[in-house]
């Protein structure tokens, strides 16, 4: 197999290896977070205290997306690329310790270096396509990231089955076991395949850097983190409890349905440029519009949902539809987003650009994390998807302030050539 890669153009080579690490990546990545929310609220945790264990991962990921862009430009994604991998591993390792050992404050600092591979790969594999896709072709990006994310989405709902199955087969530490050698045997794949250097710039990059000094990245950060809270604020935990305390499902039940929305979520991502037509010159322009528009219809998926169950019409019905339209509409706003930092992003110096965008989705999902366990705690479900509504419209309204991805090139100065 490593034979016929090797043989492949070098773009499509290295554009597979990074693909290939990203999804063995996401694997784990899903499954490690329904295997500790699983876990620990079967062992007796509140909804808030299973919300605390997955706060210092969101909240590692925001410090490493703001510094790992700076540290790709530095030294190059290849290498940044590695260390996540190898991060999760030990993380993982981590949790095979004695049920004595795992007291709060230890799994959240495991969840911590989970946090940080995880935002280290996903920032290397993101900003590799920039600089492997042709040059000055929107339609071509947009398909290339949305074939990237939604496939890496549809990969972690497997995960999250794979993860509630493990736990019910084999075991909470086994399953850890099991998938720190995943990681392992991909790592290796990886040293081996990836060429050296990907999106190191020539020139040095200042730290002072590491914040974007561009109103169209700072604007479409600011989107994103309202994007991604909004998602979290219902799905993390209130959603599994939900479905486990209330509406008496299964850890297997709950697992499959979450990996299914997941999975869907994931192949609607895949497919959004066939319901977004971003072809042709004038893509950049109708990509702003279009991000408006499906923000605006996104918003009325959780409003209905909430006005649904607040009635109790039909609760398990009315989730399973809500959540299939909020999962089919979310997917084409995230892909819309995707592709637009790749679009204001500048070629020199991208992983600064597309980290900080990233630092600003892990602070949206960290803030969504905290709020789905306290809100639910302390409302209810009704009340999440109330709270999830407002946060999409904020994001919508923030979308109409960002300029045309026409208006390049960044006000900050050029960074140097990238390295081929």
Request: hydrophobic share 55%; aromatic share 12%; with cysteine.
């Amino acid at each position: 197999m490593i034979q016929r890669i090797k043989q492949l153009p070098e773009a499509l080579r290295q554009y597979m290896v990074v693909t290939m690490a990203y999804w063995s990546f996401t694997l784990t990545d899903g499954a490690l977070r329904m295997l500790v929310l699983l876990y620990f609220y079967q062992l007796g945790y509140s909804p808030f205290e299973v919300a605390l264990l997955f706060v210092l991962y969101e909240l590692f990921g925001v410090i490493t997306n703001l510094l790992g862009g700076w540290i790709g430009a530095r030294f190059g994604l290849h290498r940044t690329l590695y260390a996540g991998m190898l991060i999760q591993i030990v993380a993982l390792l981590m949790l095979t310790v004695p049920d004595a050992w795992l007291s709060v404050v230890y799994v959240m600092l495991a969840q911590a270096l989970s946090g940080i591979a995880k935002d280290l790969n996903k920032m290397s594999a993101k900003s590799s396509v920039k600089l492997l896709a042709p040059n000055g072709e929107s339609g071509r990006l947009f398909k290339w990231v949305a074939a990237l994310t939604g496939s890496k989405n549809a990969l972690k709902g497997v995960g999250f089955f794979i993860g509630s199955a493990l736990l019910a087969t084999i075991g909470f530490r086994a399953g850890m076991l099991v998938m720190a050698a995943w990681i392992g045997l991909f790592l290796l794949l990886s040293l081996l395949l990836l060429k050296k250097g990907i999106g190191q710039a020539k020139q040095k990059t200042p730290f002072k850097h590491i914040l974007s000094k561009s109103r169209a990245v700072n604007f479409l950060s600011a989107a994103r983190f309202f994007l991604f809270g909004a998602r979290d604020i219902w799905f993390v935990v209130a959603l599994p409890v939900f479905l486990h305390g209330v509406l008496g499902w299964s850890h297997t039940q709950t697992g499959a349905f979450m990996a299914g929305w997941i999975i869907f979520y994931g192949l609607i991502q895949s497919g959004a440029p066939r319901f977004v037509r971003l072809q042709g010159n004038d893509a950049a322009r109708r990509g702003k519009r279009a991000t408006i528009l499906w923000a605006l219809l996104l918003a009325a998926a959780p409003g209905l949902l909430a006005v649904s169950l607040a009635h109790d019409l039909y609760p398990a019905t009315s989730l399973m539809i809500g959540l299939s339209l909020f999962a089919f509409l979310f997917a084409i706003n995230s892909s819309l987003h995707s592709w637009l930092i790749l679009e204001y992003a500048r070629e020199d110096g991208v992983s600064l650009d597309v980290g900080f965008y990233y630092m600003a989705n892990a602070a949206g999902r960290l803030v969504g994390t905290l709020l789905s366990g306290l809100i639910y705690q302390q409302q209810g479900m009704v009340a999440c998807l109330v709270a999830a509504t407002a946060f999409v419209l904020l994001s919508a309204l923030l979308a109409t302030t960002l300029p045309s991805p026409e208006a390049k090139p960044h006000t900050h100065k050029q960074r140097g050539r990238i390295q081929s």
